[in-house]
């Protein structure tokens, strides 16, 4: 199966930066994403990594290496609406089915 | 264009009883996924639609879930003989592709409480 690690729970101060780490142990690596989830509702798109590197979405980006099974979500200029709970989502591929996996989401909140 | 929607928003039941859980996808999206998510965890995958075929079902907990999606579209999710244990938010989302930079789409999610 796949094992997906998150700190629990992060604060941060509103216009500082924040990093939010993933950590992973799978097979069929096909791709890691991150999703924000706000306090009673769905979660929703941030951000996709297949390739090693930084991808950069406004305030937003995120980093993976592949070889160390290990991902970061990066916020800049954090605003009070940031505080919510930040999913990483690994998803593999086995036997031609595409299985997205989520870790149990780290809880930011963001004080003034 | 309308996002993904699931009805009812709120269900309770009794132990034992029968439900079911509906999901309309977005309109042209092939994939369709059920999660459930209990209070503090991740989303817990459950089982994947590409068309009207269950392309996974490995996540179906027991034989106790089921789920079917007749036409390409719309999803019903079933609980027979429902447990406290399944109470939860079950979340659908859809999605064009089922790989690459697919992006899932979540519905506003089902809570289930099974008193």
């Known amino acids: 199966g796949q094992n997906i690690d998150q700190p629990t729970e992060m604060t941060a101060t509103e216009g500082a930066i924040v990093q939010i780490n993933c950590t992973y142990q799978t097979s069929g690596f096909n791709g890691l994403f991150w999703y924000q989830q706000h306090a009673g509702e769905a979660p929703t798109f941030l951000s996709y990594?297949?390739?090693?590197g930084l991808e950069e979405k406004g305030r937003f980006s995120s980093f993976l290496s592949r070889s160390k099974g290990y991902s970061y979500l990066l916020l800049k200029e954090l605003q009070m609406k940031d505080s919510a709970s930040y999913l990483c989502a690994v998803r593999v591929v086995s036997g031609g089915s595409y299985i997205p996996t989520f870790g149990r989401g780290t809880s930011l909140i963001v004080h003034p | 264009g309308a996002g993904v929607s699931q009805t009812p928003s709120n269900k309770v039941t009794e132990k034992g009883k029968y439900v079911e859980l509906r999901c309309d996808p977005i309109s042209g999206h092939t994939a369709l996924y059920w999660y459930r998510q209990s209070l503090g965890q991740g989303p817990e995958f459950l089982i994947y639609?590409?068309?009207?075929?269950?392309?996974?079902d490995s996540g179906l907990p027991n034989d106790r879930f089921f789920a079917v999606r007749p036409e390409g579209s719309v999803s019903t999710l079933k609980i027979q003989r429902t447990e406290r244990g399944d109470s939860a938010v079950y979340l659908c989302?859809?999605?064009?592709?089922?790989?690459?930079?697919?992006?899932?789409?979540f519905g506003p999610g089902t809570r289930l409480t099974v008193l």
């Open positions: 990594n297949v390739l090693d």
């Open positions: 989302a859809s999605s064009f592709l089922t790989g690459g930079a697919d992006t899932q789409y």
């Open positions: 639609f590409q068309g009207t075929g269950a392309a996974d």
